[in-house]
């Protein structure tokens, strides 16, 4: 049964954006670089099932996600391509991976040894890619006795094959390349330790995609790009193809009216009219993920721009219109209305984070229309 969705705030995913997003990147890089669509936190906000089924019609060869159950979501919508789970897998998984035939990521040689009883039940072969933490300092091995360690108990573990073996950049937005460069010498070392090259060895996310091709090796794990959004503003200044946004946020004016000079709106009266105003009321508010921080920011109406008045409240907020407007009346907050738009990153500015922020923070309750 289809959910009911009585109120007019949506938030539109557009799918062929996404795929022609994958065909610009396929075409930007060489022939043999496969794309792995980064899918997690529920493709970043655009519904995870949905994009990853785009992604890889348009050409990705498989998809990533931060945790098993996200890639157990996946597998239950129906995704049937390789899932790699970027994140660490708590080895209670490792035979339930192996059953889905999902790919974990494992960086130490503990992990290996403490599945091999579980896994001995079970056919075939657990796929892993080893993490090497070149710099990021967040998980993966980082000497070569770990290295040597893991690869004894794989061969000990005898259920366990190497798909591939990868990295993740921490500055690859930044406009200074040495770190980014560093961390591909320092991966680079590993790799070349490993007695067999992997299927895949990986290393780029969307920053690296886009400002380093010739680190894109085996495959490029490409994430707030797939959904047509720059990860920085630096990137955003150097882009090799042009990104096509998938996401829009939208409702109706609910409420409509005339105040007199000295009008104060919403909790704590913070705005007070200094003339007659039109204000309208929208139906979004930061348990939607609009957050607080963002009254004075300005939404589009008619193709203009204007400001969010007062305090955003849960559900709900006040702009103040240029002139009287009829109940019904389309506002964007996130999107374009004819020469004027705006973009998660003008959030991300306004709020002093990132745009990958905002996204994530678009609420369930805002339902994703694709
Ligand atoms: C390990 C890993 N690879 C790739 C990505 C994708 O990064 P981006 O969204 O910047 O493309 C992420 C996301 O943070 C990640 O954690």
Same mark, same amino acid.
């Given at each position: 049964?289809?959910?009911?969705?009585?109120?007019?705030t949506?938030?539109?995913?557009k799918?062929?954006?996404?795929?022609?997003?994958?065909?610009?990147?396929?075409?930007?890089?060489k022939?043999?670089?496969?794309?792995?669509?980064?899918?997690?936190?529920?493709?970043y906000?655009?519904?995870?099932?949905?994009?990853?089924?785009?992604?890889?019609?348009?050409?990705?060869?498989?998809?990533?996600?931060?945790?098993?159950?996200?890639?157990?979501?996946?597998?239950?919508?129906?995704?049937?391509?390789?899932?790699?789970?970027?994140?660490?897998?708590?080895?209670?998984?490792?035979?339930?991976?192996?059953?889905?035939?999902?790919?974990?990521?494992?960086?130490?040689?503990?992990?290996?040894?403490?599945?091999?009883?579980?896994?001995?039940?079970?056919?075939?072969?657990?796929?892993?890619?080893v993490?090497?933490?070149?710099?990021?300092?967040?998980?993966?091995?980082?000497?070569?006795?770990?290295?040597?360690?893991?690869?004894?108990?794989?061969?000990?573990?005898g259920?366990?094959?190497?798909?591939?073996? *990868?990295?993740? *950049?921490?500055c690859?937005?930044?406009?200074?390349?040495?770190?980014?460069?560093?961390?591909?010498?320092?991966?680079?070392?590993?790799?070349?330790?490993?007695?067999?090259?992997?299927?895949?060895?990986?290393?780029?996310?969307?920053?690296?995609?886009?400002?380093?091709?010739?680190?894109?090796?085996?495959?490029?794990?490409?994430?707030?790009?797939?959904?047509?959004?720059?990860?920085?503003?630096?990137?955003?200044?150097?882009?090799?193809?042009?990104?096509?946004? !998938?996401?829009t946020?939208?409702?109706?004016?609910?409420?409509?009216?005339?105040?007199?000079?000295g009008?104060?709106?919403?909790?704590g009266?913070?705005?007070?009219?200094?003339?007659?105003?039109?204000?309208?009321?929208i139906?979004?508010?930061?348990?939607?993920?609009?957050?607080?921080?963002?009254?004075?920011?300005e939404?589009?109406?008619?193709?203009?721009?204007?400001?969010?008045?007062?305090?955003?409240?849960?559900?709900?907020?006040?702009?103040?219109?240029?002139?009287?407007?009829?109940?019904?009346e389309?506002?964007?907050?996130?999107?374009?209305?004819?020469?004027?738009?705006?973009? *998660?990153?003008?959030?991300? !500015?306004?709020?002093?984070?990132?745009?990958?922020?905002?996204?994530?923070?678009?609420?369930?309750?805002?339902?994703?229309?694709?």
């Open positions: 049964m289809k959910e009911a969705n009585y109120r007019p949506v938030a539109a995913v799918l062929d954006a996404i795929k022609r997003n994958v065909q610009n990147l396929k075409a930007y890089l022939e043999n670089t496969e794309v792995i669509a980064v899918v997690k936190a529920d493709g906000g655009h519904g995870d099932v949905e994009t990853a089924r785009a992604a890889l019609e348009a050409g990705a060869a498989m998809v990533a996600v931060a945790t098993p159950d996200e890639a157990l979501r996946l597998r239950e919508g129906g995704i049937s391509a390789d899932i790699l789970v970027m994140g660490p897998s708590p080895e209670e998984f490792a035979a339930r991976a192996l059953q889905e035939n999902i790919i974990v990521t494992v960086s130490d040689a503990e992990w290996v040894a403490n599945t091999a009883e579980e896994l001995q039940v079970i056919p075939g072969k657990l796929k892993i890619h993490k090497v933490d070149s710099g990021m300092g967040r998980i993966g091995l980082r000497s070569e006795d770990q290295l040597h360690s893991l690869l004894d108990a794989v061969d000990r573990h259920r366990i094959e190497i798909d591939g073996v *990868f990295t993740h *950049f921490a690859a937005d930044e406009p200074d390349p040495s770190r980014t460069e560093e961390q591909f010498r320092t991966f680079m070392k590993f790799v070349d330790l490993l007695p067999i090259r992997p299927r895949l060895v990986h290393a780029s996310n969307s920053a690296a995609t886009l400002l380093y091709p010739d680190f894109a090796l085996d495959a490029v794990r490409f994430g707030i790009s797939l959904y047509g959004v720059a990860p920085s503003p630096y990137t955003n200044t150097k882009l090799p193809f042009q990104l096509e946004r !998938a996401m946020i939208e409702t109706e004016l609910a409420y409509v009216k005339l105040l007199p000079k009008s104060q709106i919403s909790y009266g913070t705005y007070e009219t200094s003339e007659d105003e039109w204000i309208g009321t139906p979004i508010g930061y348990a939607d993920g609009l957050r607080r921080g963002l009254g004075g920011h939404v589009l109406i008619q193709g203009k721009r204007m400001p969010i008045v007062g305090t955003i409240c849960m559900d709900q907020c006040m702009v103040k219109l240029s002139h009287e407007l009829p109940i019904g389309r506002v964007t907050l996130i999107g374009r209305q004819g020469e004027e738009e705006i973009k *998660f990153e003008e959030w991300a !500015a306004a709020l002093g984070t990132i745009p990958y922020e905002i996204m994530v923070s678009i609420s369930k309750r805002v339902p994703r229309i694709h």
